[in-house]
């Protein structure tokens, strides 16, 4: 295990490597005063490194070439951060930060002549500390926010033709495992992030891909939680109940979706739940913290199990392509996932009766 040094934990629980984020407002910035376009984000922010972590990583796996990401010793008071395992040239910290660079940097660059850029801690403020007013959607805020970075640098880079931009330094392998890890997977925020206990016990091992996916709702606690700190919060609280109170191994869910736009690690890809009685070898149980008898969810925590779990879950090898979607009274006597919830999940691709 190494630390890494140059980065920073920010308010949304995502470990960001300042570097290329102040390069890319640098650029951004540049372009703005220069009145040229913000030509070459990519290949200051992120093109070289990724390129190079996988000319120099020939004879790693390439899943193993970009990554990995790792833990703080505190989460409220962070000093050093300890990768999970040994750092390539393009740690998930650098990547985040290359990807935060583009998206400001962008933004920056777009300003017009009259507009007066905002000082540099008023950009990264609003960037990295937001919040949702009167339930007020992410989506619908006018200036971008961190958590989602994958969808606006997503937006900003692929109108650039990157198979043809980075050619020359990012192998076209390299480029499909980037867009696989980092644009297609929603972030995931690890279980050493939110602060869970260890695991007590023996993990079973799923095998895997599984042909089942079960939709809960926490129920308890009943709100929505709309910051990292208070997801964060709610996730020790369910791991406590469930292993305090209920006596299991650990939190039972698979992965558990905020809606501050995050999914949040439970048991993970690999180890067998306890979501849902009689069918946890068979399937992942994924939880949306909130009670939704009479609500639904937010979009973005309805969109990050629909548009990008699903997507991950398939080409990550953890669902089976015609996977079967259950919301969890279908096979257990209960109300979850909540009747609001589950009349609308009976809309969505994959559900079967």
Known sequence: ???????????????VALAPLLLGIESGLKARAEGTPAVGLFPL??????????FRLQNVQPCHRLGPNGCWDNMEHPKVFRLARAATLATDALINGGMDGVILGSRLSNLSASEQPPALSEILKGYYVFSQHEGRSLNVLRHPVSPKRRELSRASLQPLELHKEVMETLALEGLNVFVHKYWDCPQVISRCQWGAQPFRGTPIPLSLPLPFLYIHHTENPSEPCLTFEKCASDMRAIQRYHQDER????????????????IFEGRGWEIQGRHTKGHNSIGYGV???????????SVEAMDLIRHRFYQCAV?????????TLHGHRQVVATD??????????????????
């Open 336 to 353: 979850c996932p909540g009747d609001a919830f589950f009349e609308e999940i009976k809309t969505w691709e994959h559900f079967r009766d």
């Open 45 to 54: 922010t992120l093109g070289r490194i990724l390129g190079l972590s996988f």
């Open 287 to 297: 939880s949306v913290i909130g009670n939704y008898n009479s609500t639904l969810p």
């Open 1 to 15: 295990i190494t630390s890494e040094r140059g980065v920073v934990l920010t308010p949304d629980g995502t470990t």
């Open 315 to 323: 080409d990550g090898g953890g669902l089976m392509a015609n996977f």
């Open 247 to 262: 006596g299991w191994s650990d939190i039972g869910y698979s992965f558990v979706i905020g809606s501050e736009g995050h």
